[in-house]
């Protein structure tokens, strides 16, 4: 037979080539299944909630002024209390009246995200005669993502030589808009801290004060330390602009306002319900000088206050021996909002 004529044997099917698909496919798939574990994973680490523990303040001898704000998981009526006051704002937005089902969620949303960052706590300080000003801000809420953002800033301001270190805490200096002066910001234990001298950040970094520091401190005494939110003005931050931000321009009180009447101001506010605000300011007079026009200077202040149409406010002053007290309630702080703010969209 005629080999040219007879019959070619079918060749073995080639598995080679379906095996190396199958085993593309599964590579494909384990890629994808860790593309969507990192991913996640990257999400939830970088959201986790944290441990934020107020230890320290910036508390010092020689601040002028101090204001501390702290929030707690125990104060819900001030988390009731703030979720009121957005809400209202949001009201404003045409979308919640065309969509009430979005106010709703807002509602809950706020209410939520004011929970996760508690304990809050917010801290200003500084002296006006030596032009130093510090602040921080501490909170249990996505401390990781607060670590990976200040590290992107490292990263960039290492570029034009602006991180800098002291005592092995490291800081970044951030020019302002004129170039000529620098702002200082830093990351420490879920902290942030912000200070317009070098020297105020490095104080910020290596401060070892504590809590208790408060309990002692002369400037506080007399102040409820309880309260959220509480503070006081002495030396030169005592001066005539504190009146002017509620519009009392007479000479013969404007002149009561500086540190040669007052020796300080001391304040304290707390909410008592979802909305009232109460609050109280202790005026300290120097030995030397006349407790009845101090008591004019408060007077004024409390109807200056009382006879504003935008304010629903109850105030009473007490007179005591070493100091005159203010003690004032702004009622339906809810409706206040609502008839005074606007919001453009």
């Known amino acids: 037979m005629n080999e040219a004529l007879a019959p070619k044997p079918t060749p073995a099917p080639v598995r080679k080539k379906r095996s190396g698909c199958m085993t593309c ?29 107020a230890e320290t303040t910036l508390l010092n001898a020689q601040s002028e002024f101090f204001i501390e704000a702290y929030v707690t998981k125990e104060d819900q009526i001030l988390v009731e209390f703030l979720t009121q006051l957005s809400n209202v704002m949001n009201q404003q937005n045409p979308m919640m009246a065309r969509y009430p089902f979005l106010a709703e969620w807002n509602e809950r949303g706020t209410r939520k995200d004011l929970q996760k ?82 020297p105020g950040i ?86 030397s000088s006349d407790p009845d026009r101090l008591l004019q200077l408060v007077q004024s202040i409390k109807e200056n206050l009382e006879q504003r149409e935008n304010l629903n406010i109850q105030c009473v002053i007490q007179q005591e021996t070493y100091r005159t007290r203010l003690d004032m309630s702004f009622l339906n702080m809810d409706e206040t909002l609502r008839q005074n703010i606007t919001v453009s969209y």
């Open 25 to 53: 496919a599964i590579g494909c798939g384990i890629l994808l299944v860790l593309v969507v574990v990192f991913f996640f994973g990257s999400i939830f680490w970088l959201t986790k909630k944290g441990e934020f523990e």
């Open 117 to 198: 960052l508690l304990p809050l706590k917010i801290e200003v300080a500084g002296s006006v005669a030596e032009e130093d000003f510090r602040s921080s801000v501490g909170f249990s809420l996505y401390n990781n993502l607060a670590d990976l953002a200040f590290w992107f800033l490292k990263r960039s301001a290492a570029k034009k030589e602006q991180v800098r270190e002291y005592e092995g805490e490291t800081y970044v200096a951030l020019e302002e808009d004129s170039g000529d002066r620098f702002v200082y910001l830093a990351l420490r234990d879920s902290v942030f801290y912000l200070t317009n001298t070098e």
């Open 202 to 287: 490095q104080a910020c970094l290596t401060n070892e004060l504590d809590m208790d520091h408060h309990l002692t401190f002369d400037a506080l005494a007399g102040v409820d330390l309880d309260a959220p939110i509480y503070g006081y003005a002495t030396g030169q931050s005592i001066s005539p602009q504190l009146l002017a931000i509620i519009d009392i321009e007479d000479p013969e009180l404007t002149m009561l306002m500086a540190p040669d009447f007052l020796q300080r101001i001391a304040f304290f506010a707390r909410v008592p319900d979802q909305t009232t605000l109460q609050a109280t300011l202790d005026f300290y007079p120097l030995p």
